[in-house]
């Protein structure tokens, strides 16, 4: 009964933010990494940001450094991707996945949610 559920995504203009939530059942998170990974029409999906669940280090991809914070919330079973200063090619439809094995390849990732659209344009 393993499931993730995004949410938060919407319509901003650039510039703008947005707070990604994932919401995760039927697993505890401490133990897997929690990544975020988005995929645009016509592109691979790639990898985002990263959290461990052992140490809590966390891992961004060079276009979300300085933009993009990934965090755990109060109730554990949550993580949040805060994304400021939006640009229109982050535009993409955002998933949040889990893994003990990989963070930011997508390939290594094991438990996916459907996924929240994010469209960035004025």
């Known amino acids: 009964q393993v499931q993730l559920v995004e949410s938060g995504g919407g319509l901003v203009q650039p510039g703008g933010s947005l707070r990604l939530s994932c919401a995760a059942s039927g697993f505890t998170l401490d133990y897997y990494n929690i990544g975020w990974f988005r995929q645009a029409p016509g592109k691979e999906r790639e990898g985002v940001s990263c959290?461990?669940?052992?140490?809590?280090?966390?891992y961004y991809a060079d276009s979300a450094k300085g933009r993009f914070t990934i965090s755990k919330g109060d109730a554990k079973n949550t993580v949040y991707l805060q994304m400021n200063n939006l640009k229109p090619e982050d535009t993409a439809v955002y998933y949040c996945?889990?893994?003990?094995?990989?963070?930011?390849?997508?390939?290594?990732?094991?438990?996916w949610g459907k996924g929240t659209l994010v469209t960035v344009s004025t």
């Open positions: 996945a889990a893994s003990q094995n990989g963070c930011l390849r997508y390939d290594r990732m094991d438990y």
């Open positions: 959290i461990s669940g052992i140490n809590g280090r966390t």
